[in-house]
């Protein structure tokens, strides 16, 4: 879903006005008569100053615990994709961790570890936020990238509903094609495949990672 375009730089100087007064101890409520506040405007700017100045973001109940997450996660939502439950099959959920958008999925607390192994493996920096319980007593919403949380949920289960979202992939540089092309040229001749992908992702700027999900998949 897309939304309208905004001036970005004038939100984050109102944005850090706001966080201002909250540090001074005042609470700030985000309205919008545009449905879900951040579903259709802006205010992830203001949610993500919150969280990086340490301050409490509390999402009140709206129609889906998408939403409700998606505003939590503090991650860009003017343009986003709900995928319901991720892919149990691993290339399938791979390909969703590529859309560009930033990605919405529910999952089952006894899968959260290897979705997140997963992602760390293809994309260790990617930043993700595993919101859980929404609106009930429990609520909680762990916020790090994709290496933080593998490690975090390889320790311990979550328990509860659990929804992911997912920043959207960074965009691929250089031709994907060509660059594969030439890496099964190397495969081909006898190279290793992870040694080879190296080389061409330094040649091409296509990423290691992409170049070596596109050969084996």
């Not at 860009?76 to 995928?83: L, N």
């Not at 250089?174 to 092309?181: F, I, Q, R, S």
Request: aromatic fraction near 4%; hydrophobic fraction near 45%; proline fraction near 6%.
């Amino acid at each position: 879903m897309r939304g309208h375009s905004y001036h970005e730089h004038n939100e984050r100087e109102r944005s850090a006005e706001l966080v201002r007064r909250m540090r001074d101890g005042e609470t700030v409520a985000l309205v919008s008569d545009a449905g879900m506040p951040l579903v259709s405007d802006p205010g992830y700017v203001l949610v993500q100053a919150c969280v990086a100045a340490g301050l409490a973001v509390e999402v009140l109940p709206g129609p889906s615990a998408a939403l409700a997450a998606l505003v939590a996660s503090g991650l860009p939502a003017d343009t986003w994709r709900f995928v319901g439950f991720l892919p149990r099959k691993q290339g399938e959920r791979a390909r969703v961790f590529t859309a560009p958008e930033t990605v919405v999925a529910f999952e089952s607390p006894h899968r959260v570890a290897a979705a997140l192994a997963a992602l760390a493996a293809a994309d260790p920096a990617r930043e993700v936020a595993v919101c859980r319980e929404l609106t009930k007593v429990h609520e909680e919403v762990v916020r790090g990238t994709a290496a933080e949380l593998a490690e975090r949920y390889a320790e311990r289960e979550p328990k509860g509903e659990i929804v992911l979202v997912v920043a959207g992939a960074p965009a691929v540089q250089g031709d994907l094609d060509a660059a594969l092309d030439a890496l099964r040229r190397l495969v081909d001749a006898g190279a290793k495949a992870r040694p080879a992908a190296a080389v061409v992702s330094e040649l091409t700027g296509v990423p290691t990672n992409a170049l070596y999900r596109a050969l084996t998949q």
